[in-house]
């Protein structure tokens, strides 16, 4: 393990309450059980059953809830079924976990959560992305510390190694469960990890992860104070005014329409979404409505840009 982990955690003293997201994979259980060795002793473990996987998925649960009794810990369980979603999956689950997080946490009084993505999920991340056409706020990826609405998501691993998580793990014999579709090759993310991120190693060393993972950090930190930099009201609120986001360089136009656009929780939001509502903007428009994915419509009118 690095050292770099402990700057993240500075800021979280030992004796206060946490929220801890566990799945019974070896990143999380390596995760819980490293904080505990570090006098986080008022953790809860939180689970989400996403119903993708059956059987499988409920011994997941029943292991973490063994786990979370054998520690002495609280457990909070909840479950979804993702398959009626209109979202991707991997959209669809991360909105459900984000959703049940926030909700364990208000109920609980505590919304700070430790996650257990690490340096290597931040560069599947970063090339995930990169293939799928994103920007500079999606390549981005993930910080160490980050905010949905009220919940503050810490993740002290994203300095840390796959294989120094697992020398970890069995260095202290933790036991997990393995998640048989990290194995299969038909998920997108899946083949990024096993078959292109090795091939792009082959053909460029063993220095190419690094150096991903620290574009994407740097991208990061890059894109948390752009975020920064686009006004609230012109990305909040029932409708958008157009005269403020048209005063804004491009790109703050684009984040405040995502971020306009995600706060109505619309599913698979992407470039071609934004850019369609930022040609609203054009005043020589002659029809001011922008027809958008699973029937939802944006128009134009009076100043304003709004959702039907």
Known sequence: MTGH??????????????????????????????????GYKKLIVCHLDHGLRGRAS??????????????????????????????????????????????????RRCLTIFLG?????????????????????????MQEISHVDALKIVRPLLGVWRSEIDAYVAR?????????????LTARRNRVRHEIVPELEKRFGRNLRRNLWRAASILAEEDALLERLVPNECAEG????????????RPLQRRAILRWLRAHQLPDIG???VEA??????SQLRVAKVNLPNDHHVRRRAGLIFLE
Not at 15 to 38: E, F, K, P, Q, T
Not at 81 to 103: I, Q, Y
Request: with cysteine; aromatic share 8%.
């Open 5 to 38: 982990d402990l700057t993240c955690l500075a800021a979280f003293p030992p004796n206060r309450r946490y929220l801890i997201g566990v799945s019974g994979g070896r990143d999380s259980v390596m995760l819980l059980h490293w904080l505990l060795a570090r």
């Open 58 to 107: 409920r011994a997941d649960a029943q292991f973490v809830r063994r786990l979370a009794e054998q520690l002495r810990l609280p457990f909070e369980l909840g479950s979804v079924d993702l398959r009626a979603s209109e979202a991707s999956v991997e959209a669809a689950g991360r909105a459900a976990r984000l959703e049940f997080f926030t909700k364990v946490g208000s109920r």
């Open 117 to 141: 993505h690490h340096a290597d999920d931040q560069v599947e991340t970063f090339l995930f992305r990169l293939f799928r056409g994103a920007g500079r706020r999606g390549l981005g990826g």
């Open 172 to 184: 202290h014999r933790l036991k997990y469960r393995e998640d048989a579709s990290n194995a299969e």
């Open 238 to 249: 029932e409708n958008l005014p157009v005269h403020a986001l048209r005063a804004l360089p």
């Open 271 to 273: 470039y071609q979404a």
């Open 277 to 282: 509502v930022r040609r609203l903007l054009d």
